[in-house]
């Protein structure tokens, strides 16, 4: 039972272009929430993150949303650059467990 | 400070060999974690540890074992490799449990044949 997903695998987006990469989730349990960025061969880099008590937040060109009633959050690029090129990763966490739970990423190509 | 720090980069079992993976962090955190990652599947929680001493399982323990006899240090071990464990394993850490920005290791792959 997949309690995180993400289900767009790869995003195509023109450089300057807003990328939008959206994620779901069931346990209402989760009250954390992170977005990673992957390159190949590397591990994942922490990238923002959201307490359930807000609904927005901002950092440079990175925003995520939080919509608590439809157990969905979304994570905004803008301008989107070459470099955002990678695989994106959401993540929930609940209870202070500090255990996190991903969902299975989606690739984001940002064309020149 | 080095970080999260993991060994061997590659490695190559046959099905029932053992071995452990090294992960390592200079940073002293108290929680370290174990994950793998498989096409289409994400990143799943094998092992975790809030601290020396303690660890419990994640999502998927079976077949691994782990110890946390110091801070800085928590191998991952493989008592009888299964093509099944073929995968790439990220080690993370973080200061203390609730901190979940942790930050990860560059990863081992594993390759059981």
């Known amino acids: 039972d997949q309690q995180v997903k993400q289900n767009s695998p790869s995003l195509s987006v023109q450089e300057g272009r807003i990328s939008i990469l959206n994620c779901d989730y069931t346990?209402?349990?989760?009250?954390?929430f992170l977005w990673y960025k992957k390159y190949p061969a590397e591990g994942p880099t922490f990238l923002i993150s959201i307490s359930s008590i807000k609904d927005k937040n901002e950092d440079g060109r990175f925003t995520v949303f939080l919509n608590k009633s439809a157990k969905h959050l979304s994570l905004h690029i803008v301008p989107s650059q070459p470099g955002d090129s990678a695989v994106y990763f959401c993540?929930?966490?609940?209870?202070?467990?500090?255990?996190?739970?991903f969902g299975q990423g989606t690739t984001l190509q940002v064309k020149p | 400070n080095a970080g999260v720090t993991q060994t061997p980069k590659f490695q190559v079992l046959k099905t029932g060999q053992s071995m452990t993976l090294q992960c390592a962090q200079d940073?002293?955190?108290?929680?370290m974690s174990w994950y793998r990652q498989d096409p289409g599947m994400g990143l799943r929680l094998i092992h975790y540890?809030?601290?020396?001493?303690?660890?419990d399982q994640g999502e998927v323990p079976n077949g691994y074992n782990v110890s946390r006899s110091t801070t800085e240090d928590f191998p991952l071990r493989l008592l009888s490799a299964a093509p099944s464990q073929t995968s790439v394993y990220f080690c993370?850490?973080?200061?203390?449990?609730?901190?979940?920005?942790?930050?990860f290791g560059p990863g081992t792959r594993l390759t059981v044949t």
């Open positions: 993370a850490s973080s200061y203390q449990v609730g901190m979940e920005e942790q930050y």
């Open positions: 940073m002293n955190h108290e929680y």
């Open positions: 993540a929930a966490s609940g209870g202070n467990t500090g255990k996190l739970i």
């Open positions: 346990n209402s349990m989760f009250d954390y």
């Open positions: 540890s809030v601290g020396a001493g303690i660890t």
